[in-house]
């Protein structure tokens, strides 16, 4: 319930911005002056896709039947006048896969949300502070033995980190944040996974939360239509505690969404995470994802 609550609550914010257009409409008919709009970008887009394959019992090249679904959904609600700024963007992954003779398993799993504000003070510079949050929706299990093995939740791991610095924003597409002061909270809600995780995901066992207050983050995103059929979103994440700096101390993450739009309503989807996080994993972790489906897409800007 935590989790559709939550799911509802960000996007019925989105959602609430889209709503402008129609009042600006309605103020239009009744003759009374319009609101004023131009100060929010907006759009929100939703994707669904499905694969199946089927084989025959003695069909030779071999196989396996099975069934997947995965969704995604972005969004954002961007606000600019004048010299201040407010940024919000949201991004929720969930796919599903049944294999014959296996329980079904999830293929992908996020939940990210960031918002920041902003203050220009030169044409590429602004002071900013912002909050981003990151965890995922269902459990994670480890495959490897006989019996699956709990090694995350929702709310397990879940980060929460805070930023204060200066960003650098030559364009449109791409934006750079340098926050000196970063603190982050690490999440772990549930205890039984420290028997799974020895790192507990940095979080001391017995405990559920750690807070790193002296730490550093670095925050960039490149977002591009590169043709009217194919855009590209990605995002990379570094942040660094002051207080065990080192080089394989320091926590990487980078994420890339690149839609090519077959149709008005077709699209082929991919997705990939990749993160270095030495309280996760001595080594770097990876997960991708290609999928074809639907895709609906709305915003206030042409």
């Not at 759009?43 to 499905?50: K, P, Q, R, V």
């Not at 896969?97 to 990210?112: A, L």
């Not at 019996?147 to 791991?157: H, N, Y």
């Not at 699209?267 to 990939?272: A, G, L, P, Y």
Request: glycine share 8%; aromatic share 14%; net charge negative.
């Amino acid at each position: 319930m935590k989790k559709l609550l939550l799911v509802c609550f960000y996007l019925g914010f989105v959602f609430s911005v889209f709503a402008q257009d129609e009042e600006l409409i309605d103020t239009l008919e009744e003759g009374l002056e319009p609101q004023d709009t131009t100060y929010w970008d907006a759009g929100f887009s939703i994707g669904l896709n499905f694969n199946q394959a089927a084989f025959s019992g003695n069909w030779k090249a071999g196989g396996v039947n099975s069934v997947a679904f995965g969704s995604i959904a972005t969004g954002k609600a961007n606000y600019a006048k004048g010299k201040w700024s407010w940024d919000n963007q949201m991004e929720m992954i969930y796919g599903v896969v049944k294999n014959e003779g296996q329980e079904m398993r999830k293929s992908n799993d996020r939940i990210f949300l960031d918002s920041k504000v902003g203050y220009q003070v030169s044409d590429h510079w602004s002071y900013f502070g912002s909050l981003n949050f990151i965890t995922q929706f269902a459990d994670g299990f480890d495959f490897g033995g006989d019996e699956p093995v709990l090694i995350s939740g929702f709310f397990a791991p879940a980060f929460i980190m805070a930023g204060v610095g200066m960003e650098y924003k030559p364009n449109d597409n791409f934006a750079l944040r340098i926050a000196p002061i970063s603190p982050r909270l690490t999440v772990v809600n549930r205890p039984e996974i420290a028997d799974n995780v020895p790192e507990n995901y940095g979080v001391p066992i017995g405990s559920r939360v750690r807070t790193e207050w002296l730490a550093a983050q670095i925050f960039m995103t490149y977002n591009k239509d590169i043709t009217e059929n194919l855009s590209i979103n990605t995002r990379y994440q570094l942040f660094a505690n002051y207080e065990t700096l080192a080089f394989n101390t320091i926590d990487h993450r980078l994420d890339i969404t690149v839609i090519a739009k077959i149709t008005e309503w077709v699209d082929v989807t991919f997705t990939s995470i990749n993160v270095y996080d030495i309280d996760m994993d001595p080594g770097i972790q990876y997960s991708q994802a290609l999928a074809l489906g639907i895709l609906y897409k709305v915003g206030n800007k042409k």
